[in-house]
């Protein structure tokens, strides 16, 4: 069964950092495409970074220059840095694995909140 489990969330001040963390479990971490989603209130959940297998990474306009995903296929983990946070960063954060069959497996999410 896998499993993704989320940690790092919190609260931080406006300009501060967090780090993400998405454990995995239960699959072939290194054959998964990986990706981190937000979803803050009464928005659909969008595409904040992935990165595909061989470490190609993608960021949402939003928060290129300021967010950096990375991989550590060792660990079976998905890093997502994140700097100059601000308010409308503010969301649940989930990590998404996509198999080499194409199924979706997602984490239960952790919440980051950028305020002073």
């Known amino acids: 069964q896998v499993q993704l489990v989320e940690s790092g969330g919190g609260l931080v001040q406006p300009g501060g950092s967090l780090r993400l963390s998405c454990a995995a479990s239960?699959?072939?971490?290194?054959?998964?495409?990986m990706g981190w989603y937000r979803q803050a209130p009464g928005k659909q959940r969008e595409l904040v970074a992935a990165?595909?297998?061989?470490?190609?990474?993608n960021l949402a306009d939003s928060v290129k220059g300021r967010f950096t995903i990375s991989r550590d296929n060792a660990k079976n983990t998905v890093y997502l840095q994140m700097n100059s946070l601000k308010p409308e960063d503010t969301a649940t954060y989930y990590c998404?694995?996509?198999?080499?069959?194409?199924?979706?497996?997602w984490g239960q999410g952790t919440q980051v909140t950028v305020s002073s």
């Open positions: 239960g699959t072939r971490f290194s054959s998964n495409a």
């Open positions: 998404n694995a996509i198999s080499l069959t194409g199924r979706n497996y």
């Open positions: 990165i595909t297998r061989g470490g190609n990474t």
